[in-house]
């Protein structure tokens, strides 16, 4: 590997020897320490929250107490589901005097208008034609008198709940952060130069039924511009912003001014993409009503979403006050913005946006992104080359010896990179196979063990072993050891700019890495210290500060939205893949920079070895009662549960399969764990059993995520009955015409009337061809395959649902079976408390799980 050179060895190089091993751990310990003091902290920093007591020198400030408190009241309503006495009635009502409240305090320039809609429709939600009757929102809009502005801001959130949940969180404490902001607002007497709407939507569980109904038929609907949505996938924490615009930036001006910033492209692109396992309202603003906005919601605790431990009492009170204080400052400042008046006009593309540790937001359009990555990347190329060119100078080797020198390490660093990819993926597995995944579902501090230790040790065991092996090398140390920061340097800029070229905007992280890089390369070129090996080295530690900061505050923040999260994702998918390649991605980007420095310490194939002997401990760890997953009350096991009886008719009216049972939908990786539980109801069956034969497996899926999920959903039979509390719903057909005389095609007209959650599935027989039908009629336009799944929900309407089918069949005569149509019924607002015979089965399964379940029935008939 040596090369003569016609220059002379630089007597300025210094030839440094290693440091001694033992001051390795006080290395590992410095960051670890900066992690602990700045990212722990921050992560977790709230505001101070106001009482009532406050207000006298705060009087017109976002009180957390008061939410609080009506929070309490809205929560002791219990459960609101669309269809019940709670959500439809008593929810309305308690909306109504809490409006008629601030109207009596607000000041004289302002005017509330108050309205309930009822609204009935339908749209394509995903895999399923989602369709309502009779659904409500509460609509209050506050204004100046005498203000003709018809630019209005739309600020939403949703005070229906999930079956079997209080909805503090989700979404409760948003609808008493409303309530609150209209109070503060119509106290202060402050320009509201457009009319703010607050939207309080009722069906948003269904899914987003209500926002669908607001924004295609209410009056005020094409007056909305701008929208601030709230919602939550956790409970409590700091709300993150995580959708902005579309293409609109000008939104990010406002958003900065906040006093409390949260938000990450990161999120967004995470979201959009379909990796958290949510939607929100937002995406029905933006897409049937073409309204730009704002799209925030809570994200930590998710372990209580969508269960009855979404109370009051886990959500804390500074919460409130995180979000209220936002919310305030954004709500006065889009009421003011003068871009409402011509939205259209300040559409100028994506954003990319992001706060650091809460103190401070940096956002930028997605054209200045594209720039600012090339140049970076162009700058960080051309002050590697500058590195490369003295190294040839100091050290006495050739050009030529050291491009080769650099070529062999961006190949070891390339492998070194797949190698920790690899590790952490074999973990996975592992963890996996022996059904031992999901055991830092309740202990994140695994994740340290199982991930990023394989991680740290793939990135350097190759190169440690390499510059063992060329120790004797003319090339100095301290230079062999830059030569992998700049191959690491490289690896990255082949990211950033394969990102950049197929539009990803998260490529800004990438970017953030190289920069600061370059930066530390910079100073040790200006001051040349990239000559002292440890001189190089404290400028590339003080350098690399913020980047890790930043990093791993974001990787933190990651970890604690989307490990609650995988406990609901289904049981299709290994979830520990995820968290492994998530602790790769950022492990290249806070960590990249700073293994390399761990070759100065002596015993270095030692001190790497400490991190394949801490993931086998780890792993040992993890496979013992120490990491069990579920925690009672806290970090439960999901169940979704429906005691069901399914009656299947043939042609002739005759009844094939007549039987009651458990379908039971497991909600995350590790099911099996209660398998000798479900064995003790009765003997379990896959649902995808029944998939070949029937259509929907003939069963009684409940929603589009039931129906993905089918397959790996499970069937116990049993021979009680469930307890229905009102009639199976009724299908009947009411005529058949012919259309326009044509013999071939004809017209089925159908009344169904039953609880008010059912779902309709259709399917066509014996060559028949679905022409049109009462339905959302998107399915057919695109020319999508039957079956075809309807979902169908009612609010105060619960009047017979009136549709029709028009069939043609050109190979056959109607004298055979034309349609089959499958009606599920769900008796979804029932106290489970109540059904005692479905409480015994339950019992069956272990205590740290939590069960959503309901009494259902399934029927099908041939037409």
Not at 213 to 242: V, Y
Not at 373 to 393: E, K, Q
Not at 470 to 492: E, N, W, Y
Request: charged content about 20%.
């Amino acid at each position: 590997m040596g090369f003569k050179s016609k220059y002379h060895i630089d007597v300025d190089f210094e030839v440094p020897k290693k440091l001694q091993w033992y001051y390795a751990p006080a290395f590992f310990g410095f960051w670890f320490v900066l992690y602990l003091a700045l990212v722990n902290t921050q992560i977790n920093s709230m505001p101070k929250a106001l009482t009532k007591s406050d207000e006298v020198n705060n009087p017109y400030s976002f009180i957390a107490q008061r939410a609080e408190d009506t929070l309490i009241e809205l929560t002791r309503l219990g459960p609101r589901v669309v269809g019940n006495e709670a959500n439809e009635i008593l929810t309305v009502e308690f909306l109504r005097n809490e409006v008629a409240k601030v109207e009596a305090e607000m000041l004289e320039k302002y005017e509330v208008e108050f309205d309930v809609q009822q609204a009935s429709g339908a749209y394509i939600h995903w895999t399923m034609v989602n369709m309502y009757q009779g659904i409500q929102n509460v609509v209050v809009k506050l204004s100046e008198k005498n203000n003709t502005n018809e630019n209005y801001l739309l600020i939403n959130s949703h005070y229906d709940s999930v079956p079997g949940s209080p909805g503090a969180a989700d979404d409760g404490s948003m609808v008493v952060t409303m309530l609150e902001v209209l109070r503060v607002i119509a106290k202060t007497d402050e320009p509201l130069d457009h009319p703010i709407v607050f939207l309080f939507n009722g069906a948003e569980e269904n899914p987003l039924q209500a926002s669908h109904a607001f924004i295609t038929q209410h009056k005020w609907a094409k007056n909305c511009k701008a929208l601030i949505n709230l919602d939550s996938a956790g409970s409590g924490g700091r709300e993150i912003l995580f959708q902005s615009g579309p293409n609109h930036p000008w939104l990010m001006n406002y958003y900065r001014k906040v006093p409390h910033p949260f938000a990450n492209t990161m999120g967004e692109e995470l979201f959009q993409a379909g990796f958290i396992p949510s939607d929100t309202d937002f995406r029905i603003f933006r897409d049937y009503g073409g309204v730009p906005g704002l799209d925030m919601a809570y994200i930590f605790n998710g372990y209580v979403y969508h269960t009855k431990y979404d109370r009051v009492n886990v959500f804390p009170r500074s919460s409130f006050q995180h979000t209220g204080d936002n919310v305030l400052a954004l709500a006065k400042a889009l009421a003011n913005a003068p871009e409402l008046d011509d939205t259209a006009a300040h559409a100028e593309g994506h954003n990319i946006f992001y706060d650091f540790l809460g103190w401070f937001i940096i956002f930028y359009t997605e054209t200045i992104s594209i720039i600012v990555n090339v140049i970076v990347g162009v700058l960080a190329l051309l002050a590697i080359g500058i590195s490369v060119y003295f190294m040839s100078v100091r050290s006495g080797c050739s050009w030529k010896g050291i491009l080769l020198r650099f070529g062999i390490t961006i190949g070891i660093q390339l492998v070194s990179l797949m190698l920790a990819f690899g590790l952490a993926v074999l973990v996975a597995v592992f963890m996996d196979a022996v059904d031992r995944s999901m055991s830092w579902f309740s202990q994140i501090w695994t994740i340290l063990g199982l991930y990023l230790f394989p991680i740290i040790f793939g990135m350097s065991i190759l190169p440690a072993l390499y510059l063992e092996k060329t120790k004797r090398d003319p090339l100095g140390l301290g230079f062999r050891i830059q030569l992998f920061m700049h191959a690491h340097c490289i690896s990255l800029i082949l990211i950033m700019m394969i990102m950049t070229g197929v539009g990803i905007r998260s490529a800004y992280l990438v970017m953030i890495c190289v920069l600061f890089d370059i930066l530390a390369l910079i100073v040790n070129l200006v001051t040349k210290w990239h000559r002292k090996a440890y001189w190089f080295a404290i400028a590339v530690t003080v350098c690399q500060g913020l980047p890790f900061i930043y990093f791993t505050y974001l990787c933190t923040a990651s970890l604690m939205t989307l490990m609650p999260m995988q406990g609901r994702s289904g049981s299709e998918t290994n979830p520990d893949l995820i968290i492994a390649a998530l602790m790769w991605l950022f492990s290249l980007m806070f960590a990249g920079f700073i293994v390399p420095l761990t070759m100065f310490f002596r015993k270095t194939r030692t001190i790497i070895l400490c991190f394949l002997a801490g993931t086998i401990l780890f792993i040992i760890i993890s496979v013992t009662d120490a990491a069990f997953p579920y925690q009672d009350n806290k970090r439960a096991q999901r169940y979704s549960v429906i005691h069901a009886h399914r009656r299947l008719h043939n042609a002739d009216g005759s009844i094939r399969t007549d039987e009651s049972g458990m379908y039971i939908y497991p909600q995350d990786r590790r099911f099996s764990m209660a398998e000798g539980q479900l064995k003790a109801i009765g003997d379990v069956h896959q649902v995808s059993e029944f998939c070949d034969e029937e259509m929907f497996c003939g069963m009684p899926l409940y929603n589009h995520r039931w129906s993905k999920a089918r397959e790996y959903s499970l069937w116990i039979p049993i021979k009680e009955q469930p307890e229905i509390p009102t009639v199976y719903p009724q299908l009947e057909l009411d005529e058949i015409t012919e259309l326009d005389g044509n013999e071939s095609q004809k017209r089925f007209n159908f009344s169904l009337t039953g609880p008010d959650h059912m779902t309709i599935f259709v399917n066509v027989k014996n060559d028949a061809k679905i022409l049109d039908w009462s339905f959302n009629d998107t399915m057919l336009r695109e020319n999508e395959e039957p079956p075809h799944f309807i979902y169908f929900s009612y609010g105060l309407d619960n009047s017979t649902l009136h549709f029709h089918i028009d069939v043609e069949k050109t190979t056959s005569s109607f004298d055979v079976p034309s349609l089959e149509i499958g009606i599920g019924g769900h008796w979804v607002n029932e106290d489970l408390n109540n059904m005692e015979q479905l409480n015994r089965y339950l019992e069956h399964f272990p205590s740290y799980t939590y069960i959503q379940g309901w009494v259902g029935t399934y029927e099908s008939w041939y037409f």
